[in-house]
């Protein structure tokens, strides 16, 4: 009797040592990140997904002292880039950067490849922007009703980031049920290569988010025709919206965030968070943001939540009345 209450006490003992160290061991755990960080891009180069990629992973190098290295995987409206991080390592060490086409894909989409609201966690909410309707310069158009003219007698296209882009369905929208005009639409991987097309002549037309085009607004490279907000914005401020041309209004908008496989740590996405907070808090970043037409967007992880389940409901009653559906 005397040596099994020896032993027992030996274990309790143990037993006690190691709830009492625990503690210190996880305090002791390493911070996230203490590796460098992979900024998955879901677009091309040149869209809204690369441009505020590009001005919140500099500002979270800055902060964190650990590369964030910028990858653009652009095709099928963001959903290679989204497969990939969906399959990857759930440690916040490859993080996807998307659009609203996140939200639009799993309804436009018969098996984009991965589920959206169980496959990912949306990490935080960086920007937002209106889109934009723009021609090219020689197509002889100066307004929407000049396009719309136009369309009667002439075959025009619209270019875009992509099927199923924010973009795409606002330029649906706005020609297929506002104007009652056929102007088909074009998918390009990206923002970038829309406008480029538009700039060569490929096509007549393109609706992308707006800071993809700005400064080509401003040089005089395409001529703006209508934004998509409900009031005029700063960086554009002699474009008209979509209401003031004619048609009836509209509040569309693409935004961007940072998303994580869904079984990432929510110690990790909790820090990415709030590193992406502090980051739009930055008066420099804040006026970038500005200059090309975005605003800020932030908040907590499960306002996040709550914002992108909203806007995949919201965009798969436009997909469903547009009739889309991808294979």
């Keep these: 009797m005397l040596d099994l209450t020896r032993r027992l006490a030996t274990a309790a003992t143990v037993l006690a040592a190691t709830f009492a160290l625990a503690p210190v061991a996880q305090a002791q755990a390493p ?47 963001g959903n290679i880039a989204a497969v990939q991080v969906a ?76 099927t199923g882009t924010t973009p795409h369905l606002s330029g649906e929208r706005i020609f297929r049920f506002l104007a009652k005009v056929d102007i088909p639409h074009a998918p390009f991987t990206g923002a970038g290569p829309a406008l480029n097309a538009v700039m060569g002549g490929h096509v007549a037309l393109a609706s992308v988010a707006m800071p993809a085009a700005t400064e080509l607004v401003k040089s005089g490279k395409v001529v703006p025709l209508a934004v998509t907000s409900a009031k005029r914005v700063e960086a554009l401020p002699d474009v008209p919206t979509v209401g003031e041309a004619g048609l009836e209004a509209v509040d569309d908008a693409t935004w961007v ?63 469903n009345r547009i009739g889309l559906k991808i294979e």
């Design 31 to 77: 911070a996230y990140p203490t590796q460098p960080v992979r900024f998955l891009i879901a677009f091309a180069p040149a869209g809204p997904a690369d441009i505020i990629g590009r001005i919140v992973g500099l500002k979270l190098q800055q902060l964190w002292g650990q590369s964030v290295v910028i990858e653009n995987r652009g095709g099928a409206g």
């Design 87 to 162: 399959r990857g390592q759930p440690d916040g060490y490859t993080v996807l950067v998307s659009t609203s086409a996140f939200a639009v894909n799993p309804s436009l989409y018969k098996n984009p490849g991965y589920a959206g609201e169980t496959d990912f966690k949306v990490a935080g909410l960086a920007a937002t922007t209106p889109n934009l309707i723009v021609a090219a310069p020689d197509l002889g158009a100066k307004t929407l009703a000049d396009v719309i003219t136009l369309s009667k007698t002439k075959s025009l296209a619209f270019g875009s980031a992509g």
């Design 257 to 319: 965030a940072l998303f994580v496989p869904a079984k990432t740590p929510q110690t990790v996405i909790d820090k990415l968070n709030a590193d992406l907070n502090t980051v739009l808090k930055d008066p420099d970043v804040k006026e970038q943001f500005a200059r090309i037409g975005f605003a800020a967007l932030g908040g907590s992880q499960a306002d996040a939540e709550r914002f992108v389940k909203a806007e995949i409901a919201k965009w798969g009653d436009v997909v």
